[in-house]
């Protein structure tokens, strides 16, 4: 697979897994909307509103792209390493939480790291998302630009 671009970084989001399981407001407004008239539609439609702006990480990655607020020029980069570097520093930030029982709920940082230098140059996002000791939701995501999924969807930030 052939890939040229950059990527963005976003979040972390740290948050309650409520919210996070409220998947209406983590998916982008879509052409087809429920029937006239129906009470669904008037719910689609404010949650649908609330997507652009909103922190809540979307259901697809490259969705991000969409959240234009949330693409800031120090979490867009050329080099993977930095794309690392940041999602490093963020889930050391933010651990996941241990077992009780000492076994591994997650793999290892190393294995994650690893994976994102295999994908990233090739131009899959990368999402890491876990329950932190506190029992809250850590998510962030580097999504590639131009995206693969998403290709119609416009860089929100070009890297300077």
């Known amino acids: 697979m052939s890939w040229s671009g950059h990527w963005h970084g976003f979040g972390p989001w740290i948050g309650a897994p409520a919210r ?6 983590r998916r982008p407004p879509h052409s087809i909307l429920p029937a006239p008239g129906a009470r669904e539609e008037e719910r689609y439609r404010e949650v649908a509103a609330e997507f652009p702006t909103s922190d809540l990480p979307p259901l697809m990655t490259g969705h991000w792209l969409i959240k234009r607020n949330q693409a800031v020029p120090d979490r867009t980069w050329t080099v993977v ?3 690392l570097n940041w999602l490093t520093k963020h889930y050391e930030e933010n651990p996941p939480f241990t077992r009780e029982d000492g076994k591994q709920a997650y793999c290892t940082l190393a294995e994650k790291q ?7 140059p090739r131009g899959v996002d990368v999402s890491w998302v876990h329950y932190t000791q506190s029992r809250n939701l850590f998510s962030a995501a580097v999504v590639c630009c131009p995206n693969h999924f998403h290709p119609d969807v416009p860089c929100p930030l070009p890297p300077s």
């Open 20 to 25: 996070y399981a409220q998947e209406g407001g």
């Open 81 to 83: 390493a930095e794309t």
């Open 114 to 120: 690893a994976y994102a230098v295999d994908v990233l």
